[in-house]
């Protein structure tokens, strides 16, 4: 609700303008256009991947010991990483 200059300090109080101002903008709506389509294209692929890499995890083929450590060691890595900081 306020207007701030380059260094982030307030300059002025606007009250909705802003709003105003996104909500009647062509570019609001191509960005939420563009947001939304890639939502729907990446989630169900993404989700699709994940569920094939899960369930090749339970067949006992020779060296799926060692993709069952790379596939989990993105958990592994972030809990260290949480501990460290």
């Excluded at 989630?43 to 006992?60: E, G, K």
């Excluded at 450590?69 to 460290?84: E, K, N």
Aim: glycine letters at 8%; aromatic letters at 12%; hydrophobic letters at 50%.
């Amino acid at each position: 609700m306020h207007e701030t200059d380059p260094r982030g300090r307030v300059a002025a109080f606007v009250g909705f303008d802003n709003f105003t101002a996104i909500f009647t903008s062509e570019r609001f709506y191509q960005s939420l256009g563009v947001t939304g389509l890639f939502t729907l294209l990446t989630v169900p692929t993404v989700i699709a991947i994940a569920l094939l890499l899960a369930a090749f995890t339970h067949n006992q083929l020779k060296g799926m010991r060692i993709f069952q450590f790379i596939y989990s060691l993105p958990v592994v890595l972030s809990v260290g990483t949480s501990a460290v900081i």
